[in-house]
């Protein structure tokens, strides 16, 4: 079992890393493979609502986010971290999470997530909202742990000494470990994800 850890922060090594490396080390613990993606530095595009990830299951642009979808298969959980900016995720990783999901939440159906967020003072609260809007859409299972996912810091040495968030980031690593062991022993038992009906889309003016 696999789970892809993506940090949305332009810091490689910073507070959301220091959250995120923690989980990664209790999944770890509980004989899961884990893998820290970072987004980097360079600039990530928003979706440009094209719809040809409809035909192809891939991004017209060629970059990070195609790169995470070619492991998407592989991975049977996502923990997506990101620092607060503006009491909402960075601006790169909601460009990567728009695109990445947007025409492709089928790659995700019954795969478990959880959102992680690191920040100063406030605004943590919006944040992880925002990325969970993203689980829920796309029918993943969301992993909760004794708080908020989030931590407190504008270090890693300050989120270190954050005691109750590094705890919450050890909670959610177990859970989320629990959890994808629950699955699989189910799906050894004949229970699989829901096939569920054929989606109804309707607006407001049909
Ligand atoms: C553009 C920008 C906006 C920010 N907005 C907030 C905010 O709304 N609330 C907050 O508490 N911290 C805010 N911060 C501070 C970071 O969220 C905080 O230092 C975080 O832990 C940094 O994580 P990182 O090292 O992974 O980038 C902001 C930082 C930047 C660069």
């Not at 530095?41 to 440009?48: A, Q």
């Not at 991975?75 to 990445?100: E, I, K």
Request: aromatic share 8%.
């Amino acid at each position: 079992m696999k789970v892809i850890l993506v940090n949305g922060s332009p810091h490689a090594k910073g507070c959301t890393y220091t959250a995120l490396n923690e989980v990664a080390k209790v999944l770890q613990k509980n004989g899961i493979e884990t893998e820290i993606m970072h987004l980097g530095t360079k600039p990530i595009s928003g979706c440009l609502a094209c719809g040809k990830c409809f035909e192809t299951g891939k991004c017209i642009i060629d970059d990070c986010v195609n790169e995470f979808l070619d492991k998407v298969p592989g991975a049977d959980g996502f923990v997506f971290g990101s620092p607060v900016h503006y009491a909402a995720p960075s601006g790169q990783l909601v460009s990567f999470l728009h695109r990445a999901f947007y025409g492709k939440s089928h790659l995700f159906k019954g795969k478990v997530g959880a959102a992680v967020v690191s920040c100063r003072r406030g605004g943590a609260a919006t944040a992880f909202d925002q990325i969970n809007k993203y689980f829920t859409i796309s029918g993943m299972p969301v992993v909760s742990s004794q708080y908020w996912n989030q931590v407190h810091g504008s270090t890693p040495e300050e989120v270190m000494k954050d005691e109750e968030g590094m705890q919450t980031m050890r909670t959610l690593g177990n859970n989320m470990a629990w959890l994808l062991k629950c699955i699989e022993a189910g799906r050894e038992k004949g229970i699989v994800f829901p096939k569920g009906e054929k989606p109804i889309r309707t607006d407001f003016i049909r």
